[in-house]
T-cell receptor
């Protein structure tokens, strides 16, 4: 079946602008994760949804970052007043139930460049 | 913060040779997973080993886990040029929160 998809693949924006990044998880997966990967680093956790609710948002770096998953499927990561330091690849993953011993399936990522 | 640390940071081998990559972590875990990433994009899950397991195999992959040393190793046997990629270990803690904590990764180059 279809894997995790993310749109757009690439996003170039100017400092101070607002951006939205979309993630479509695998159908039926209740858990959805957002990670951010800077150049030369491993992915870093941002936020985890179990259904519609954010079960853990401890990785969001500041209040400019916000994510929603209103119907428990598609999720949108929103970044306000973007800064050059926000430039990274934003990865989304989903898993069936969100328990520790499950595989997380990753999307191809959105490469965000803030000029 | 990143819990896992992979070693070496970069590895270059000849096709057909074995590649061994190591990962160390700091806190108690529920499981440890290895992922592969090509060209800085999506990660592909390779193998998961639970904290009560010591060794696991999947095709040409062999992973070991030593919880007393808080370390894991990934062995790729009979490497191929297509194995060229970045490899990450990731740990999941016990409990309801299943977020993964990744290391910085190892860059593997397999020369044809």
């Amino acid at each position: 079946g279809a894997g995790v998809s993310q749109t757009p693949s690439n996003k170039v924006t100017e400092k101070g602008k607002y951006v939205e990044l979309r993630c479509d998880p695998i159908s039926g997966h209740t858990a959805l994760y957002w990670y951010r990967q800077s150049l030369g680093q491993g992915p870093e956790f941002l936020i985890y949804f179990q259904g519609t609710g954010a079960a853990d948002d401890s990785g969001l770096p500041n209040d400019r970052f916000f994510a929603v998953r209103p119907e428990g499927s598609v999720s949108t990561l929103k970044i306000q007043r973007t800064e050059r330091g926000d430039s990274a690849v934003y990865l989304c993953a989903s898993s069936s139930q969100g328990v520790s011993q499950e595989t997380q399936y990753f999307g191809p990522g959105t490469r965000l460049l803030v000029l | 913060s990143q819990q896992g640390e992979e070693d070496p940071q970069a590895l270059s081998i000849q096709e057909g040779e074995n590649a061994t990559m190591n990962c160390s972590y700091k806190t108690s875990i529920n499981n440890l997973q290895w992922y592969r990433q090509n060209s800085g994009r999506g990660l592909v899950h390779l193998i998961l080993i639970r904290s009560n397991e010591r060794e696991k195999h999947s095709g040409r992959l062999r992973v070991t886990l030593d919880t007393s040393k808080k370390s894991s190793s990934l062995l790729i046997t009979a490497s191929r040029a297509a194995d060229t990629a970045s490899y990450f270990c990731a740990t999941a803690l016990t409990g309801a929160n299943s977020k993964l904590t990744f290391g910085k990764g190892i860059t593997l180059s397999v020369r044809p």
